[in-house]
């Protein structure tokens, strides 16, 4: 069976083909620039040379067209008719309430994702736009919608339910949905597997996922009961250049001080702030870590801050759950930075947490991390969104239950 997964951004539509008898990617690539004269597709089959192809792509139905072409290239393609591709599984940021699992598409679900696109207007429309293509173009292939936020539907009310007039959420749907919600249930699913089989306790796991963007979740029994992302991806951690959680009452005191504007707010709390914000040196954390390295005194708070943070949040969730069995580090910081790693479970000794040290200075993989007699354990889990979609639109087609 070979699975398409698609994630369609505003000006940009990545996609990997996928065997799924040995889940492994067949081909891959990006169609970038989609709008603009620059646009261009980078496509790699496994195996053979990388090619890249400048483009017209007015919209993402030209960009889809040069994806298949690319896919289907005597030279340089992966299979030689797209009536090859079983199934294809579409990237969704936001499924509001609507959606607890993945679902196969059809007019109703697009019409309940457009209709989400009030709060998610960065991304269900581009979402909706690569679903509209993909269904043109490949109208005899189940086409399955896969959401950032389903994981997190079973947050508890009392989780997600802000204290602000409950007219707001039952009028306007305004409370906290979480996002990252693929890579959560993946990484704990396998950090659950990792432990149980070697019958160690898997019940109350934080699932920690530090890219560009942050996240975490605690995972009860396999469940999410709280994540740190709220109605929009902003709430939470610090993050690349969004600032996470914040005093509210900064907004209007910015407005009326400042005259800063609806939209400048929007701009600063997403893209000027941060380790961006706080370095001025950008939002990359290995910059930021050489620059700690040579004294630079803003990038060394930036870390601190970053860590604080995200100790803090292991420490809030172990009191949500009532407990605490691992910390699961994943994503491009948590997988392959021992510093943050280690500047993050500095302090929760008294939980139980006991990373080990020589371990963790060398860990970018699959590995637990923590000392033998480390109560909690530490582990590093490499997230793989593309084959956690890719898996569950071979579920959905299969019609297997979850
Ligand atoms: P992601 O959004 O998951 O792709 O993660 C992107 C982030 O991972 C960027 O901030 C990168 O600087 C960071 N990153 C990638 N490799 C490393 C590394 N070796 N050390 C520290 N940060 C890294």
């Known amino acids: 069976m070979l699975v398409l997964v698609v994630n369609a951004g505003s000006s940009s539509l990545k996609y990997q083909l996928i065997d799924m008898s040995n889940e492994q990617a067949v081909a891959k690539g990006i169609a970038e620039r989609i709008g603009t004269d620059e646009a261009q597709l980078k496509h790699e089959t496994t195996g053979k040379e990388k090619i890249t192809r400048k483009g017209v792509m007015p919209d993402h139905q030209a960009a889809m067209k040069y994806v298949f072409e690319a896919l289907t290239d005597a030279d340089f393609g992966a299979i030689s008719d797209v009536s090859e591709i079983t199934a294809i599984g579409h990237r969704v940021v936001h499924g509001g309430e609507h959606f607890s699992g993945s679902v196969a598409i059809n007019a109703e679900v697009t019409k309940v994702i457009s209709d989400l696109s009030q709060l998610a207007p960065l991304h269900n429309p581009p979402n909706l736009m690569g679903i509209d293509a993909a269904v043109k173009l490949v109208p005899d292939a189940p086409q399955i919608a896969v959401f950032d936020t389903a994981f997190h539907q079973s947050i508890p009310s009392h989780a997600y339910i802000y204290a602000l007039p409950y007219e707001l959420y039952s009028e306007h749907g305004i409370r906290r949905y979480g996002f990252h919600g693929t890579s959560h249930k993946y990484v704990a699913a396998r950090a659950r597997k990792m432990l149980d089989a070697r019958g160690l306790p898997s019940g109350c796991i934080v699932t920690c996922h530090i890219g560009n963007g942050v996240s975490f979740t605690a995972v009860k029994d396999g469940k999410s009961v709280d994540t740190s992302m709220g109605l929009t991806p ?101 997988e392959h930075s021992p510093l943050v790693r280690e500047m993050t479970c500095e302090g929760l000794e008294f939980l139980g947490v006991k990373l080990n040290q020589e371990v963790n200075a060398e860990c970018h993989t ?32 299969s019609g297997a239950a979850e």
């Open 234 to 334: 902003v709430e939470g951690l610090v993050m690349g250049t969004r600032c996470g959680d914040l005093d509210p009452a900064i907004m209007p005191f910015l407005q009326k001080q400042f005259g800063y504007t609806a939209e400048d707010v929007d701009n600063l709390i997403n893209k000027k702030s941060g380790l961006q914000g706080i370095t001025g040196l950008g939002n990359d954390m290995r910059d930021i870590e050489d620059a700690a390295a040579a004294g630079n005194e803003r990038a060394l708070l930036a870390l601190r801050i970053f860590c604080y943070r995200q100790r803090k949040y292991i420490g809030a969730f172990a009191a949500a759950m009532g407990g605490l069995d691992a910390i699961v580090f994943t994503a491009g910081i948590g």
């Open 366 to 397: 699959e590995r637990d991390i923590s000392t033998d007699d480390s109560r909690v354990r530490v582990l590093v889990v490499p997230t793989n969104e593309e084959l956690a979609i890719a898996r569950e639109t071979a579920r959905v087609v």
